[in-house]
């Protein structure tokens, strides 16, 4: 396991189009992407991205909002309706390693390894074998399509 950059943080949220209005006005965000599905894994999102030093390529808020009747994220909203922060995802040079890597240590690690909202694979682990924190494990993009 070799740990990567912070690619983004995770915020569900019960609407999209209310946060996207409470990042550009409140704080002020100025390149937020549309909006799609990723209906395999029955959620609507969308990025925020933070500015860098070198331009517009720093850790981004990933906006979730649930799609469907099976997604995902319904509990977390039963549990917090203004929504919030619900995963972090930190970049790899290789998926299968890390993946390997994970379960030689005993991490419960969530589901198949599939294609994320970047088009690279991911794979999530627990957050009970994380000090409480839903880790989403993503191979770092061969060239940064941004
Ligand atoms: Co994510």
Redesign the pocket.
């Known amino acids: 396991m070799k740990l990567g950059r912070l690619?983004?943080i995770?915020v569900a949220t019960p609407s999209i189009a209310d946060s996207i209005t409470h990042y550009r006005d409140t704080l002020g965000a100025t390149h937020i992407t549309e909006p799609f599905d990723l209906p395999e894994q029955g959620v609507k999102?969308c990025f925020v991205d933070t500015p860098t030093d070198s331009g517009m390529n720093g850790t981004q808020i990933?906006l979730?909002e649930p799609l469907g009747e099976q997604s995902s994220i319904r509990n977390f909203l039963e549990k917090n309706p203004l929504g919030g922060q619900h995963?972090v995802?930190f970049e790899v040079p290789d998926i299968a390693e890390a993946r390997a890597d994970f379960e030689a240590k005993g991490k419960r690690i969530l589901g198949p390894t599939r294609i994320?909202?970047h088009g690279t694979p991911?794979f999530f682990v627990h957050p009970k074998d994380m000090m409480g924190q839903l880790t989403?494990i993503?191979e770092t993009p061969k060239e940064d399509a941004h």
């Open positions: 690619n983004h995770g999102v990933e979730i995963h995802c994320g909202a991911v989403e993503m």
